[in-house]
């Protein structure tokens, strides 16, 4: 019993500090989102400027600046070309990269895109260590005006086959037709491609809508690489009543369905349980001009009257300085004021330059019935038959409001509050309040219905475009637990003070908040106060992240729940590239500390140290990744000072934790026919309890061989994998070590350009100390029928054997289908 | 005697494979069918033709071709039967069609090789010229010139005219061979072929080099 409540403290430690982590350091911006398309050139030009393009394919018109990152291959620093707002006219937006010089063989580059909400990156991950990457033209190649382009018919209808044929009639005894190549969009597919010297034929069946670039490169008998012109064709979408729509539509629509059913012996834990669900969404977009309309649609068969909303309803409406949003909603008004809470009403927000509005009311969560209980007399309790209920849920109701002034690029403050409060009126008393059956004054509260109010104001400074920003963010709280009997009058609250006189009366303030015996604080100070610091830099290749946080026992946000109160945070974090990116290195140190009102018996901490490193030396050579993680948690409690020793020796906390993991992986395009990608990884771990208790010490370590095999001029892809670990539970010295393998083995063929995939996935698993097994053998396919139309399916079998208990054997079957379609 | 028809048939196999394809199917609807030796099969869209293959096209059909020197393009009508056949000579590379009976619209750039049509009774050699080739069941010829010159010579008579363009000529079984203007062409006929297939007209093209190599063409049709 004490092992489990050391356990279930450890794992609220560990939960408050993510929840604390994960209230930092994420955003939920649902508004405004920036989409983006690039094609890369097919190479840069050594003797003149290449130009390049970004397609902005939503809300361009939010665009405070964009700006190109890019270098010659090789070189360390990114120069930077930048448009500014006023010179954006449309969704399209046009740079140009310099020449490029014999020596650099190319150019690496990103783009990035700022608006007043966020800035968003192309490649949108890591863009910096994973640019986009375009190699020089060989100055071998030459055009040749000898290629003879057959079909000149450019334009193509829905429904109507692409023929893209060439002919090398001119030229067709100097040409090697071995070395022919043809590229649709970049993308080598020769070997989809009939070559009959001269003529080079390529057929798609009803392409989707779309552009098709080709070209052809081909070697002559003489050594000398010739290249056509690119020639470009376009598929004409369907007639479709979005076309003729006044508006632009977009959107996607997927319906997804999961069937299972579990089957085993009569005294399986897992016996005749199935489980089957489905959810639908759909987002749908239009715009005209200034008017934007953003709407999202999910339904799922989790949907219950007795459970809080899972269904999604929302709707954003935009205007040029107005934003509205209906039904569902996640407003962000700062980690401590309003954050990651869905609520279901109505948000606005008007806003020019350098002044925003935003308020919010809705539900953040609806009135729930209890159930209802039969209790029956037992021979151990003495009770009359009797009807009881379980408790039900309050109708919490949130308002909010946020000012801010000034511009993101430079100095912004914000002011702001919300307030949560819970509707009385929305519950019956039996589903909150219980009567003592046998002492009518005797109340027992199973929910209690709250009141909160936060108060917040937040500054934040950014320069250098960006690359360095600044923070803070101070919030105060009164919270009440129970406001049921209501606001007190003046003589009661000082009464129950004890004399204390008070600057104001309570029952003056009972719209703004409820102020009784419950409330918290009484007595503002610094417990009901929280506040953080932030420091963004970017200098010198290094994202450097620090953050300071302090949040007092007594503050309460019903808005932005996953704060743990009563708890010191401190966070460095770095991440930094070298060798001209061929190392990068993330390191960082997480400290938080509770009891920070020193109210409690003991303080805990836990420190959590990492670093990782990935090491690419060159393109052609093995990459190599190891990272570190150390973390301790622990209280500063005495055992032998404590009144109960036995009880404080299990209330002791020291605990640490080492994990290193190392990997290797390579990619080996030297054998013909085939291309293999192989990754070794070996990680080794040591969990320990440091106290006297010992009450675990387990040592893991585990290997990993991943193995990917595509196969040229095939579409067959195949991979394996394989994995062993160990856990030992040293504490324990006669427990016996457990093992855990997997091997995987997985095949996918692509018929007819992608059209259909189907595969194969095997997975074989034993573990724990018997060695029980878990096959699963999962069989689909993924299909592309129509233009931006997918349907992926598959068959899931599971076996599970317990060797040493027969009947917790299991199976499993499953059926996953999920539908997708683009518009 | 099986090795020597064994040799034999790698022989024919083996000059097949060599054999380098001509032209190709670029446009085409309804039922069309190719002959290739003894082999009857539909017509696809990208096929690649070469010598002696026979096209036939049946009811509300046509198949549009290309010759792989980009020198002429042949639009055959419905119920129509086309032998084709090619013959290079240096970088010349010179098409001789035998169209037994149907509808055939020529297309034939300037200076490329030369393009003649034989039909049962007439020899036409097209001069970088577009024009109509209508044979009848009875092999009487029709050819209905729209721009440049046609060279016409019947086979019965060893008449021969040249017929330019706007006018017409008949050559028929009796070995007779007339010109006259065009007669209203039906506007059917004239709907089948595309515009750009008239290449008389007055057209100014520029062609401009982008940045990245890529060649385009402006077009401007002077009225």
Same mark, same amino acid.
């Not at chain 1, 375009?134 to 100055?139: D, Q």
């Not at chain 1, 193509?156 to 067709?172: G, T």
């Not at chain 1, 953003?294 to 205007?319: G, V």
């Not at chain 2, 290079?88 to 010179?94: G, I, R, V």
């Given at each position: $019993?004490?092992?489990?409540?050391l356990?279930?403290?450890?794992?609220a430690?560990?939960?408050?500090?993510f929840?604390?982590?994960?209230?930092?350091?994420?955003t939920n911006?649902f508004?405004?989102?920036?989409i983006l398309?690039? #094609?890369?050139?097919?190479?840069?030009?050594n003797?003149?400027q290449?130009?390049?393009?970004?397609t902005?394919i939503s809300?361009?018109?939010?665009?405070?600046?964009?700006?190109?990152?890019?270098?010659? #291959?090789?070189?360390p620093t990114?120069?930077?070309?930048?448009?500014?707002?006023?010179?954006?006219f449309s969704?399209?937006?046009?740079?140009?990269?310099?020449?490029?010089?014999e #020596?650099s063989s190319?150019?690496?580059y990103?783009?990035?895109?700022?608006?007043?909400?966020?800035?968003?990156?192309?490649?949108?991950?890591? &863009?910096q260590t994973n640019?986009?990457r375009?190699?020089?033209?060989?100055?071998?190649v030459?055009?040749d005006?000898?290629f003879i382009?057959?079909?000149?018919?450019?334009?193509?209808?829905?429904?109507?086959d692409?023929?893209? *044929?060439?002919s090398?009639f001119p030229i067709?005894k100097?040409v090697d037709?071995?070395?022919?190549?043809?590229f649709?969009?970049?993308?080598?597919?020769?070997?989809?491609?009939?070559?009959? &010297? /001269?003529?080079?034929v390529y057929?798609?069946?009803?392409?989707?809508?779309?552009?098709?670039?080709?070209?052809?490169?081909?070697?002559?008998?003489?050594g000398?690489?010739i290249?056509?012109?690119?020639?470009?064709?376009?598929?004409?979408e369907k %007639?479709?009543?979005?076309?003729?729509?006044?508006f632009d539509?977009?959107?996607?629509?997927?319906?997804?369905?999961n069937?299972?059913?579990?089957?085993?012996s009569e005294?399986?834990?897992?016996?005749?349980?199935?489980?089957?669900?489905?959810n639908?969404r759909?987002?749908?977009?239009t715009?005209?001009?200034?008017?934007?309309m953003?709407?999202r649609?999910y339904?799922?068969?989790?949907?219950?009257?007795?459970?809080?909303?899972?269904n999604?309803?929302?709707?954003?409406?935009?205007? &040029?300085?107005?934003?509205?949003h209906?039904?569902d909603?996640s407003p962000?008004?700062?980690?401590?004021?309003?954050?990651n809470?869905?609520?279901?009403?109505?948000?606005?927000?008007l806003?020019t330059?350098?002044?925003?509005?935003?308020?919010v009311?809705g539900?953040?969560?609806?009135a729930?019935?209890?159930?209802?209980?039969?209790?029956?007399?037992? &021979?151990?309790?003495?009770?009359?038959?009797?009807?009881t209920?379980?408790k039900g849920?309050?109708?919490?109701?949130?308002t909010?409001?946020?000012?801010?002034?000034?511009?993101? %690029?430079?100095?912004?403050?914000?002011?702001?509050?919300?307030?949560?409060?819970?509707?009385?009126?929305?519950l019956?008393e039996?589903y909150?309040?219980?009567?003592?059956?046998?002492?009518?004054?005797?109340?027992?509260?199973?929910?209690? /219905?709250?009141?909160?109010?936060?108060l917040g104001?937040? !500054?934040?400074?950014?320069?250098d475009?960006?690359?360095?920003?600044?923070?803070?963010?101070?919030?105060?709280?009164?919270?009440?637990?129970?406001?049921?009997e209501?606001?007190?009058?003046?003589?009661?609250?000082?009464?129950?003070l004890e004399g204390?006189?008070?600057?104001?009366?309570?029952?003056?303030?009972?719209k703004?908040?409820?102020?009784?015996?419950?409330?918290?604080p #009484?007595?503002?100070g610094?417990?009901?106060?929280?506040?953080?610091v932030?420091?963004?830099?970017?200098?010198?290749?290094?994202m450097l992240?620090?953050?300071y946080?302090?949040?007092g026992?007594?503050?309460?946000?019903?808005?932005?729940p996953?704060?743990?109160n009563? *708890?010191?945070?401190?966070?460095?974090?770095?991440?930094i590239n070298?060798?001209n990116?061929?190392?990068?290195?993330?390191?960082?140190?997480?400290?938080?500390?509770?009891?920070?009102?020193?109210?409690?018996?003991?303080?805990?901490?836990?420190?959590?140290?990492?670093?990782q490193?990935?090491?690419?030396?060159?393109?052609?050579?093995?990459?190599?990744r190891?990272?570190?993680?150390f973390?301790?948690?622990?209280?500063?409690l005495?055992p032998?000072?404590?009144?109960d020793?036995?009880?404080?020796?299990?209330l002791?906390l020291?605990?640490? $934790?080492?994990?290193?993991?190392?990997?290797?992986?390579?990619?080996? %395009?030297?054998?013909p026919?085939?291309?293999?990608?192989?990754?070794?990884?070996?990680?080794?771990?040591?969990?320990?309890?440091?106290?006297?208790?010992?009450?675990?010490?387990i040592?893991?370590?585990s290997?990993?061989?991943?193995?990917?095999?595509?196969?040229?001029?095939?579409?067959?892809t195949?991979?394996?994998?394989l994995?062993t670990?160990?856990?030992?539970?040293?504490?324990q010295?006669?427990?016996?070590?457990?093992?855990?393998s997997t091997?995987g083995?997985k095949?996918?063929?692509?018929?007819?350009?992608g059209f259909?995939?189907?595969?194969?996935d095997?997975?074989?698993?034993?573990?724990?100390e018997h060695?029980?097994?878990l096959?699963r053998?999962?069989?689909?396919?993924? $299909?592309?029928?129509?233009?931006q !139309?997918?349907?992926?399916?598959r068959?899931?079998?599971?076996?599970f054997?317990?060797?040493?208990?027969?009947d917790?054997?299991?199976?499993?079957f499953?059926?996953?289908?999920?539908?997708?379609?683009?518009? | 005697?099986?090795? =020597?028809?064994?040799?034999v048939f790698?022989l024919?196999i083996?000059?097949l494979?060599?054999?380098?394809?001509?032209?190709?199917?670029l446009r085409?609807?309804?039922?069309v069918?190719?002959?290739?030796?003894d082999?009857?099969?539909?017509?696809e869209?990208g096929?690649?033709?070469f010598?002696n293959?026979i =096209?036939r096209t049946?009811?509300?059909?046509?198949?549009f071709?290309?010759?792989?020197?980009?020198?002429?393009?042949?639009?055959?009508?419905?119920?129509?039967i086309l032998?084709?056949?090619?013959?290079?000579?240096?970088?010349?590379?010179?098409?001789t069609?035998?169209?037994?009976?149907?509808?055939?619209?020529?297309? @034939?750039?300037?200076?490329s090789?030369?393009?003649s049509v034989e039909?049962p009774?007439?020899?036409?050699? @097209?001069?970088?010229?577009?024009?109509?080739?209508?044979v009848?069941?009875?092999g009487?010829?029709?050819i209905?010139?729209?721009?440049?010159?046609f060279?016409v010579f019947?086979?019965?008579s060893g008449?021969?005219?040249?017929?330019?363009?706007?006018?017409?000529?008949?050559?028929?079984v009796?070995?007779?061979?007339?010109?006259?203007?065009?007669?209203?062409i039906?506007?059917?006929?004239?709907?089948?072929i595309?515009?750009d297939e008239?290449e008389?007209?007055d057209? =100014?093209?520029?062609?401009?080099?982008?940045e990245?190599g890529?060649?385009?063409?402006i077009e401007?049709?002077?009225e």
């Amino acid at each position: $019993m004490k092992n489990f409540k050391l356990t279930n403290y450890k794992f609220a430690v560990g939960l408050g500090i993510f929840l604390v982590c994960f209230s930092m350091f994420t955003t939920n911006s649902f508004a405004n989102e920036i989409i983006l398309s690039h #094609i890369p050139p097919l190479y840069v030009n050594n003797d003149r400027q290449t130009p390049i393009s970004l397609t902005i394919i939503s809300r361009y018109e939010l665009i405070e600046k964009a700006s190109l990152y890019y270098r010659r #291959i090789g070189d360390p620093t990114f120069l930077q070309i930048d448009i500014d707002r006023s010179e954006i006219f449309s969704n399209v937006l046009a740079f140009n990269l310099p020449p490029v010089d014999e #020596i650099s063989s190319g150019y690496e580059y990103y783009f990035v895109i700022e608006t007043a909400e966020r800035t968003t990156t192309f490649p949108t991950r890591n &863009p910096q260590t994973n640019p986009i990457r375009v190699r020089s033209k060989s100055p071998s190649v030459s055009f040749d005006q000898n290629f003879i382009l057959m079909n000149d018919e450019t334009v193509l209808q829905p429904n109507q086959d692409l023929i893209f *044929a060439v002919s090398l009639f001119p030229i067709v005894k100097e040409v090697d037709f071995s070395s022919l190549r043809l590229f649709l969009n970049g993308v080598d597919v020769t070997r989809y491609a009939s070559v009959s &010297p /001269p003529l080079v034929v390529y057929k798609r069946d009803k392409p989707s809508s779309g552009n098709y670039n080709f070209y052809v490169r081909a070697i002559k008998k003489n050594g000398q690489t010739i290249e056509s012109p690119v020639w470009q064709y376009q598929v004409l979408e369907k %007639e479709s009543f979005t076309r003729n729509f006044p508006f632009d539509m977009s959107g996607n629509a997927s319906l997804t369905t999961n069937l299972r059913d579990i089957s085993g012996s009569e005294e399986s834990v897992f016996s005749r349980t199935s489980r089957n669900d489905a959810n639908f969404r759909l987002n749908f977009n239009t715009r005209r001009n200034w008017f934007l309309m953003r709407s999202r649609l999910y339904l799922t068969s989790y949907e219950s009257s007795s459970k809080q909303p899972q269904n999604r309803y929302s709707f954003q409406f935009s205007i &040029p300085h107005v934003d509205i949003h209906l039904l569902d909603y996640s407003p962000d008004y700062g980690s401590f004021l309003l954050s990651n809470k869905n609520l279901r009403g109505i948000a606005g927000r008007l806003y020019t330059a350098g002044l925003s509005l935003s308020a919010v009311y809705g539900q953040s969560a609806r009135a729930l019935d209890g159930k209802e209980i039969v209790v029956t007399e037992t &021979p151990t309790m003495d009770f009359d038959d009797h009807i009881t209920y379980s408790k039900g849920t309050f109708q919490r109701n949130t308002t909010g409001i946020k000012l801010d002034i000034g511009e993101r %690029e430079g100095l912004r403050i914000g002011f702001g509050f919300v307030k949560v409060k819970d509707d009385l009126d929305s519950l019956e008393e039996k589903y909150y309040r219980i009567v003592n059956q046998h002492e009518e004054n005797d109340l027992t509260f199973l929910t209690s /219905p709250r009141d909160n109010l936060v108060l917040g104001f937040d !500054t934040r400074l950014s320069l250098d475009n960006q690359r360095f920003i600044v923070g803070t963010e101070v919030a105060a709280s009164i919270y009440n637990s129970n406001i049921h009997e209501g606001a007190m009058s003046k003589e009661e609250l000082e009464d129950y003070l004890e004399g204390e006189s008070l600057p104001f009366d309570p029952e003056s303030l009972d719209k703004l908040i409820i102020i009784n015996q419950n409330v918290e604080p #009484i007595i503002p100070g610094r417990d009901n106060l929280a506040f953080q610091v932030y420091l963004r830099w970017f200098l010198l290749n290094n994202m450097l992240n620090i953050s300071y946080s302090e949040i007092g026992a007594s503050f309460r946000s019903l808005g932005s729940p996953y704060t743990q109160n009563d *708890a010191r945070v401190f966070t460095v974090s770095d991440y930094i590239n070298l060798l001209n990116n061929r190392l990068s290195i993330d390191a960082g140190v997480n400290i938080v500390t509770d009891n920070l009102s020193e109210q409690k018996s003991t303080t805990t901490t836990n420190t959590n140290w990492h670093i990782q490193s990935m090491f690419r030396p060159a393109a052609n050579f093995p990459y190599f990744r190891s990272g570190a993680n150390f973390s301790t948690s622990s209280n500063d409690l005495e055992p032998m000072e404590h009144d109960d020793y036995y009880e404080s020796y299990f209330l002791k906390l020291d605990q640490e $934790m080492q994990a290193y993991n190392f990997g290797i992986g390579y990619r080996f %395009e030297h054998f013909p026919h085939t291309v293999t990608s192989v990754d070794l990884s070996y990680d080794i771990s040591e969990d320990k309890d440091l106290t006297e208790a010992r009450v675990f010490d387990i040592s893991r370590d585990s290997y990993r061989i991943s193995i990917l095999n595509s196969l040229r001029g095939v579409p067959l892809t195949t991979r394996f994998r394989l994995s062993t670990s160990r856990h030992k539970e040293n504490s324990q010295p006669e427990s016996a070590t457990k093992n855990f393998s997997t091997f995987g083995l997985k095949n996918e063929y692509i018929f007819w350009n992608g059209f259909l995939t189907p595969y194969l996935d095997i997975s074989l698993h034993t573990f724990g100390e018997h060695n029980n097994t878990l096959s699963r053998y999962d069989l689909g396919f993924n $299909m592309r029928p129509y233009a931006q !139309t997918s349907i992926n399916t598959r068959i899931e079998l599971a076996s599970f054997k317990d060797k040493e208990f027969d009947d917790r054997d299991y199976n499993t079957f499953g059926w996953h289908l999920n539908i997708n379609k683009r518009f | 005697m099986k090795h =020597i028809l064994l040799i034999v048939f790698l022989l024919m196999i083996f000059s097949l494979s060599a054999e380098t394809p001509i032209g190709l199917t670029l446009r085409m609807t309804g039922e069309v069918n190719l002959q290739r030796i003894d082999e009857i099969n539909s017509l696809e869209l990208g096929d690649s033709l070469f010598n002696n293959d026979i =096209i036939r096209t049946y009811e509300e059909s046509f198949a549009f071709l290309r010759f792989i020197d980009d020198g002429a393009t042949l639009r055959l009508f419905e119920n129509s039967i086309l032998t084709l056949d090619t013959d290079q000579d240096e970088d010349k590379f010179s098409k001789t069609n035998y169209l037994e009976v149907g509808r055939l619209f020529t297309n @034939v750039r300037e200076n490329s090789g030369d393009l003649s049509v034989e039909t049962p009774t007439t020899v036409a050699s @097209v001069k970088g010229t577009s024009g109509f080739i209508v044979v009848d069941a009875d092999g009487n010829t029709t050819i209905i010139v729209l721009t440049g010159l046609f060279e016409v010579f019947n086979t019965i008579s060893g008449n021969f005219t040249t017929v330019t363009g706007g006018n017409s000529c008949q050559s028929d079984v009796d070995g007779e061979l007339w010109t006259y203007p065009n007669e209203d062409i039906d506007p059917d006929w004239l709907e089948d072929i595309d515009e750009d297939e008239f290449e008389d007209k007055d057209i =100014i093209k520029i062609e401009m080099i982008r940045e990245d190599g890529e060649r385009r063409t402006i077009e401007i049709e002077l009225e």
